[in-house]
């Protein structure tokens, strides 16, 4: 089962776009919700992170959108640059049990 | 100083095989993670602890022990390896909000 969604698989844009990569969920009891990038060759590491009680968190160039009423987020990285090409994660995390459960992944390519 | 380290760091095990992966971290966490990635399939859940001697099953658990006999530490195994279960296998300890990976392992089942 699939908890969380997240697309697209890939993603290509020029340096200097906004690059937007968006994840649903359906269980209600999730109360926090991380992304995560991955560099070729490294380990997962967090990137930016949101809770329910906001609707957006940026952090420099990242930002998160939350929509709870549609169970929808995404991460927008603006003014794109080549050492942010990597694949980023989406999860959300069980209220009460700290299960971690994590999006398929979108593998994004900056074009200098 | 690395927090969260694994052994091996990658193994070929025989079908059939036993393979325990081994995870070590300094943090001083409650919750430690085992997943397993495979392309396509993003990080998946095999089993998660928040309490020294209790696992918990996670997303994928069959095929799959774990053991938490210490805070600090964390084994997966695999009894009877299967030719799938060949994947990178990450070790992760959290805070209860942010998840620290270890470096991984990578395992080749023949």
């Known amino acids: 089962q699939q908890q969380v969604r997240q697309s697209p698989q890939s993603l290509t844009v020029w340096e200097g776009e906004t690059a937007i990569l968006n994840c649903s969920y359906e269980d209600s009891t999730f109360d926090y919700f991380p992304w995560y990038h991955q560099f070729p060759g490294e380990s997962p590491a967090l990137l930016i992170a949101?809770?329910?009680?906001?609707n957006k968190k940026e952090d420099g160039r990242f930002t998160i959108f939350f929509n709870k009423r549609e169970k929808k987020f995404s991460l927008h990285i603006a003014d794109s640059q080549p050492g942010d090409s990597a694949t980023y994660f989406c999860?959300?995390?069980?209220?009460?049990?700290?299960?971690?459960?994590f999006g398929a992944g979108t593998k994004l390519t900056i074009k200098p | 100083e690395a927090a969260v380290t694994q052994s091996p760091r990658s193994k070929v095990a025989v079908t059939g095989g036993k393979v325990t992966l081994s995870c070590h971290q300094t943090n001083n966490h409650d919750y430690m993670y085992w997943y397993r990635q495979d392309t396509g399939h993003g990080l998946r859940l095999i089993h998660y602890?928040?309490?020294?001697?209790?696992?918990e099953k996670g997303d994928i658990p069959d095929g799959y022990k774990a053991s938490r006999p210490s805070q600090e530490n964390f084994s997966l195994i695999l009894e009877l390896a299967s030719l799938s279960q060949t994947a990178v296998y990450f070790c992760a300890s959290s805070d209860g909000d942010t998840q620290y990976f270890g470096p991984g392992t990578r395992l080749l089942v023949l």
């Open positions: 999860a959300a995390r069980n209220y009460g049990n700290e299960k971690i459960t």
């Open positions: 602890s928040y309490v020294a001697d209790s696992t």
């Open positions: 949101i809770r329910p009680v906001s």
